[in-house]
Each structure stands twice: as structure tokens, then as C-alpha cells.
């Protein structure tokens, strides 16, 4: 004990052991940096070409193994806390082979009208112009459901009223410059747009009422949908009566298919 306190003592000797130990601490950092960037580790990567508004999928995702040095910029190597669930940006589309970027991938909430993801197969998506009036003092919210009435004159010129669609779900209540009315409460919205899901026949069934002269679209705000064995009741058409009227006001067009080219050199 008292040799190692001589030791410590003499300012030369203490000077040299220090120096030791921090080429020895550089000397084992180093090669932990080295090790560390030269280790490969495993990425994931897509196996196909993802569009805008894609989930992403367990059977996109590849996996390779590349040196860390090699990682640059936002890379994400977790797949299951990263990738996984999460949705391609509206301005995004990965590439087959590329890696994932933060920046490319969102959550589902985070979409640009996430809500158009959700619409079912065989529904389209119908806008429907509104005002602060027409919408009971801005009380429709996405999650309600409407009932959708025509007013309009009949060929016998009698007023005509009557419920013409039913069970419609709101999906969304925009403003005049495309923003939801209720994203925010710092400030007060005007809607002027209610977008809604309907199947084909009932989407064509509205925009011919929307053309009818001296006719008018009116919704009703309902209770919530009903339910049938635990689905929602489906869109229905309550009226053949107004539907009939409607559809001897306008022309259906036929789908126009290009003939084939049948003219040889």
C-alpha cells in the first residue's frame, strides 16, 4: 500500500499511467465504432412498387443486410414499430428494391382525407353542396347519418316532396377552400361541402336530381343507422315514385367503346 501511494505520488508516473488509459479507451472505441459500422444489420425494403394512400403489408416488405455505414439519411429498420400498418404519403411512391424513409410513410390519421380509404368496394364518393343553413346551423358531423329528400314540381304542376334516399353516412364536412370544418376549434368553419359514400345507382340517381329543373335536394339529419344482425342497414331508395320522375327527366349515355382498328398496312 505505501509502494502505490510513492507511486501516485511521483507526477511522472501518474502522467504516464493516464496516458496508457486513454490510448487503451481510444484504441477499444475505435474499434467498437469500426465493428459497429461494418456490422451488418437487417433492413427492410419493398418488394413491389407501393402507389400514394397504400397500407403497408407484410407481403411488401423484403429484408437484406448492409453494413450500418452504409444507412444514410432517414432510413427505418424496425418493420414491426415502423413500417407495418402505416400508410405511403400522398406525394409518395416507393419503388420495388428501395428502402423505407421516414418521410414517405404516415399514419392512416394522417392522411389527407384518410376517410376516402374506408370507402367501401362498389361506393363512390358524392360531394354535396351545402351552407350554414342547410346543414342546421353546422350541426352535420362526419359519423352522422342523413336521410336525402327531393322537392321538385311534377308533370301535373304539383309540388312534390318525398324521402328519396335513406341510411346515408357523412364522411366528411368541408369548408370552400377543401379543409375540415371540424379539424380545428381555433377557428370558425363555414361548410360548404358534404361528401358522402353511395353505391353506383344511387350516385347517378342523385346527380341526375341535382339537374332537374326547378327541383331541389334536401338532408335530414336521422338517429344513428340502423342495425341488421350487426351490420348497418344498407343505402336504400325509398321513393320509385320521385326515382321514376327523375329518370324521365335525363338521358342515360351508354358507355362509348372504341371499335377496334381493323384497317391493315
Do not use: C
Not at 376516402?116 to 351552407?131: K, R
Amino acid at each position: 500500500m505505501k509502494k502505490l501511494k510513492q507511486i501516485l505520488a511521483n507526477k511522472n508516473t501518474v502522467t504516464f499511467i493516464a496516458a496508457i488509459l486513454i490510448v487503451l479507451v481510444l484504441y477499444f472505441f475505435y474499434n467498437w465504432r469500426v465493428n459497429q459500422a461494418t456490422s451488418p444489420i437487417r433492413i427492410p425494403y419493398a418488394l413491389q412498387t407501393i402507389a400514394p394512400r397504400t397500407e403497408i403489408t407484410k407481403d411488401m416488405i423484403g429484408y437484406l443486410e448492409i453494413p450500418q455505414s452504409a444507412i444514410k439519411g432517414n432510413v427505418l429498420t424496425n418493420e414491426n414499430t415502423q413500417i407495418l400498418g402505416m400508410y405511403t404519403n400522398v406525394n409518395a411512391t416507393i419503388p420495388t428494391g428501395s428502402l423505407f424513409y421516414s418521410s414517405q410513410l404516415v399514419r392512416e390519421e394522417e392522411l389527407p382525407d384518410s376517410f376516402l380509404i374506408d370507402i367501401e368496394d362498389g361506393y363512390v364518393a358524392y360531394n354535396f353542396s351545402v351552407d350554414i343553413k342547410s346543414t342546421y346551423g353546422n350541426s352535420m358531423y362526419p359519423g352522422n347519418y342523413v336521410d336525402v329528400y327531393f322537392k321538385g314540381v311534377g308533370e301535373d304542376g304539383l309540388l312534390m316532396v318525398g324521402k328519396l334516399v335513406e341510411n346515408v353516412k357523412i364522411l366528411a364536412v368541408k369548408d370552400s377552400t377543401g379543409h375540415h370544418v371540424f379539424e380545428t376549434t381555433t377557428e370558425d368553419r363555414t361548410p360548404s361541402q358534404i361528401i358522402f359514400a353511395v353505391t353506383e345507382e344511387v350516385h347517378l340517381l342523385l346527380r341526375k336530381a341535382e339537374y332537374v329543373r326547378n327541383a331541389e335536394i334536401i338532408l335530414v339529419p336521422t338517429n344513428t343507422s340502423l342495425q341488421l344482425d350487426g351490420e348497418e342497414a344498407p343505402i336504400t331508395v325509398t321513393s320509385e315514385t320521385i326515382r321514376q320522375y327523375i329518370n324521365s327527366q335525363a338521358t342515360v349515355l351508354e358507355e362509348d367503346t372504341p371499335e377496334e382498328d381493323t384497317s391493315t398496312e
